[in-house]
């Protein structure tokens, strides 16, 4: 078994077993609500869910790439200073910021600098994936699973948001 191959066998089980640790946490709040029919566990069940079927299509696509197997990695980049603070630093501002500016708003710009920050690909592929999966997130937390999210106290993003709301409903 190569380095390669180790390495990527102990990020998939890691990653498996964040999902399933949170896949099985959610049965111990599965409190019935009752404006809401599903119960308080189904949407975070189902992104433990997602994140270890996702991790288990990687694992399996890069397990039988022959790119990924390959000795030579001349596509690695050395992390700048700016990469790893954007890296820790971004989703913090982006919770500190919620409350003010609303969740709406606030992953509608967020995921584009996140995605920005971490791949460093061209601004119009970042805003042509990023934009359309945060109004799916959005969407799906909203419309399907009945999700609040704050609508921002500062009062131009309360509006953006209640807009983006309404739209929704």
């Not at 990924?68 to 982006?94: C, E, H, K, M, R």
């Not at 109004?135 to 106290?153: E, N, R």
């Amino acid at each position: 078994m190569s380095d390669k191959f180790r390495a990527l066998l102990m990020e998939f089980l890691c990653w498996f077993s964040v999902g399933l640790a949170a896949f099985l946490l959610t049965f111990t709040f599965d409190d019935e609500i009752p404006l809401y029919r599903y119960g308080a566990n189904v949407w975070p069940a189902i992104i433990s869910l997602c994140l270890m079927l996702c991790i288990t299509i990687l694992f399996v696509y890069s397990s039988v790439s022959k790119k990924f197997l390959q000795d030579a990695d001349n596509s690695t980049t050395p992390l700048t200073i700016f990469t790893i603070f954007g890296t820790f630093s971004i989703p913090v501002f982006y919770v500190l910021l919620i409350p003010y500016i609303g969740f709406y708003v606030g992953t509608i710009i967020f995921i584009p600098v996140y995605s920005y920050i971490m791949s460093k690909a061209s601004i119009i592929k970042i805003i042509l994936v990023s934009v359309p999966a945060s109004f799916i997130i959005i969407v799906i937390f909203t419309k399907f699973l009945f999700v609040p999210f704050p609508v921002g106290t500062i009062n131009a993003f309360y509006v953006i948001n209640s807009e983006i709301v309404n739209l929704l409903y």
